[in-house]
């Protein structure tokens, strides 16, 4: 298996670790998202030690699991942070992340936000359009500080991908284009509040091989000797995340294949590197668990209700994802057991539907099933939709576990609305 991790069965049963999920889910309830410790270190280790010879700065993406325990470990892990936004940063700068490893992108940074991240001194703005370096340059120099910069390429190739998660191409809203970026450096003395220090790409996420990097980084390269040659301080490139693990039957590359792909090019380019990483590090860290509520049949189709939604995991419904579902307990060989199953949420929705057409071995109610590889974009893209509590988290580490978020209560659900008395008289 490309990247092992720490979820296995010990006589039958579902462990994290050493603890077994069901003791887990049964002490916090149910749904619940668990992690892997070990897990969450060994991919960060793993990557860095693959661009060992570059001594990278790996900026885990927040976007991908948020979880100030989460951030907070992998910061002491020596990882920088990728923000997208001022809520981000707060988060970050609470995890313990040094200002100087936090790099923010977004294609929308209000002025607030850049005011913000430039008063906690963060390390670069990745910077998406030339209206957004003249905002980020004003700010700046109003506050009598020079951003550093990297302006975020679009380097217009294609990945195999989701269409949904695919931002490498000429026509999606993020980055600048080649031409553009170009023109901007060869002006790179028209904005004194800002330091162009490097160039930014990201060619998309869950891409399991090297050569859309490999490409994009050509393409930036090319940016760099232009760039340098009109005098921009470029010293940084900053490759972006989208490292593809393996849901289903994917045979993404190792971070050692692929650093072997592009490292010979970044050593030549005498660059300074930074990783964006977040779906290698925490995706198949984390798992949710859930609960069969019911089971009922209907025009041929069975169905094993659960208590998890799309409101607490939406990649199957967004995107039509793929994730593994098993029980934690045994059931395999069992006289049902080769029953295939829809695996569906309680939520009011035709999409809210988890999994379909799953061998699940023999289940019955009561009973709780893991949903694997959703450690990242999981707890991130919860909601309270249906007024739904978003679910508790929990990390374990060897054969400890602690709660790193508690289940959300019934007053949080309402803690922001207001009825205006004046209005409803
Ligand atoms: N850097 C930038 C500029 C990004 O836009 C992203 C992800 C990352 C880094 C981290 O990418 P990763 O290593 O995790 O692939 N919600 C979707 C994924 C959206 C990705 C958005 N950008 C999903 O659940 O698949």
């Given at each position: 298996?490309?990247?092992?991790?720490?979820?296995?069965?010990?006589?039958?049963?579902?462990?994290?670790?050493?603890?077994?999920?069901?003791?887990?889910?049964?002490?916090?309830?149910?749904?619940?998202?668990?992690?892997?410790?070990?897990?969450?270190?060994?991919?960060?280790?793993?990557?860095?030690?693959?661009?060992?010879?570059?001594?990278?700065?790996?900026?885990?993406?927040?976007?991908?699991?948020?979880?100030?325990?989460?951030?907070?470990?992998?910061?002491?892990?020596?990882?920088?942070?990728?923000?997208?936004?001022?809520?981000?940063?707060?988060?970050?700068?609470?995890?313990?992340?040094?200002?100087?490893?936090?790099?923010?992108?977004?294609?929308?940074?209000?002025?607030?936000?850049?005011?913000?991240?430039?008063?906690?001194?963060?390390?670069?703005?990745?910077?998406?359009?030339?209206?957004?370096?003249?905002?980020?340059?004003?700010?700046?120099?109003?506050?009598?500080?020079?951003?550093?910069?990297?302006?975020?390429?679009?380097?217009?190739?294609?990945?195999?991908?989701?269409?949904?998660?695919?931002?490498?191409?000429?026509?999606?809203?993020?980055?600048?284009?080649?031409?553009?970026?170009?023109?901007?450096?060869?002006?790179?003395?028209?904005?004194?509040?800002?330091?162009?220090?490097?160039?930014?790409?990201?060619?998309?996420?869950?891409?399991?091989?090297a050569r859309p990097f490999v490409e994009g980084i050509r393409r930036a390269a090319a940016v760099i000797e232009d760039g340098r040659r009109a005098g921009a301080p470029l010293e940084w490139l900053n490759l972006g995340g989208g490292l593809g693990i393996i849901y289903k039957d994917e045979r993404p590359q190792t971070p050692r294949q692929f650093a072997a792909a592009v490292l010979p090019t970044l050593c030549r380019l005498q660059?300074?590197?930074?990783?964006?990483?977040?779906?290698?590090?925490?995706?198949?860290?984390?798992?949710?668990?859930?609960?069969?509520?019911?089971?009922?049949?209907?025009?041929?189709?069975?169905?094993?209700?659960?208590?998890?939604?799309?409101?607490?995991?939406?990649?199957?419904?967004?995107?039509?994802?793929?994730?593994?579902?098993?029980?934690?307990?045994?059931?395999?060989?069992?006289?049902?057991?080769?029953?295939?199953?829809?695996?569906?949420?309680?939520?009011?929705?035709?999409?809210?539907?988890?999994?379909?057409?799953?061998?699940?071995?023999?289940?019955?109610?009561?009973?709780?099933?893991?949903?694997?590889?959703?450690?990242?974009?999981?707890?991130?893209?919860?909601?309270?939709?249906?007024?739904?509590?978003?679910?508790?988290?929990?990390?374990?580490?060897?054969?400890?576990?602690?709660?790193?978020?508690?289940?959300?209560?019934?007053?949080?659900?309402?803690?922001?609305?207001?009825?205006?008395?004046?209005?409803?008289?």
């Amino acid at each position: 298996m490309y990247y092992p991790h720490d979820f296995h069965r010990v006589k039958g049963e579902l462990y994290c670790e050493r603890v077994p999920v069901a003791r887990i889910a049964e002490a916090v309830g149910t749904p619940v998202y668990i992690y892997s410790y070990k897990t969450l270190v060994d991919h960060f280790r793993k990557l860095q030690r693959a661009f060992r010879v570059m001594h990278p700065l790996i900026c885990f993406s927040v976007k991908a699991n948020g979880n100030l325990a989460i951030l907070r470990l992998l910061v002491r892990e020596g990882a920088g942070l990728d923000i997208v936004s001022g809520g981000e940063l707060y988060k970050a700068l609470l995890a313990g992340c040094s200002p100087s490893k936090v790099v923010f992108a977004s294609v929308g940074k209000g002025a607030g936000e850049i005011r913000e991240a430039l008063r906690a001194r963060i390390f670069c703005f990745n910077v998406e359009s030339e209206t957004e370096l003249e905002a980020i340059d004003r700010i700046a120099r109003a506050m009598r500080t020079v951003a550093r910069v990297a302006l975020r390429l679009n380097p217009d190739v294609e990945a195999r991908t989701h269409h949904y998660i695919r931002t490498g191409v000429a026509e999606s809203k993020f980055g600048i284009d080649q031409r553009a970026a170009r023109l901007i450096l060869q002006r790179h003395e028209a904005f004194p509040g800002v330091r162009m220090a490097g160039i930014h790409i990201h060619v998309g996420s869950q891409i399991t091989e090297a050569r859309p990097f490999v490409e994009g980084i050509r393409r930036a390269a090319a940016v760099i000797e232009d760039g340098r040659r009109a005098g921009a301080p470029l010293e940084w490139l900053n490759l972006g995340g989208g490292l593809g693990i393996i849901y289903k039957d994917e045979r993404p590359q190792t971070p050692r294949q692929f650093a072997a792909a592009v490292l010979p090019t970044l050593c030549r380019l005498q660059v300074r590197l930074i990783l964006e990483p977040g779906r290698f590090i925490v995706g198949n860290a984390g798992i949710l668990v859930t609960e069969v509520l019911y089971l009922k049949r209907a025009r041929g189709r069975r169905f094993a209700v659960v208590d998890a939604g799309m409101n607490d995991l939406i990649r199957p419904a967004l995107y039509g994802a793929y994730h593994e579902v098993i029980p934690t307990g045994s059931a395999q060989g069992a006289s049902n057991g080769q029953l295939r199953y829809d695996v569906v949420g309680p939520i009011c929705e035709s999409a809210d539907v988890l999994a379909r057409r799953r061998r699940l071995g023999r289940i019955r109610p009561g009973q709780f099933l893991a949903v694997l590889g959703a450690g990242a974009y999981g707890s991130t893209m919860a909601s309270n939709y249906n007024g739904r509590l978003r679910p508790a988290e929990v990390l374990v580490r060897g054969t400890r576990w602690a709660l790193i978020r508690r289940r959300e209560t019934r007053r949080d659900l309402i803690r922001h609305d207001v009825i205006p008395h004046s209005l409803l008289k």
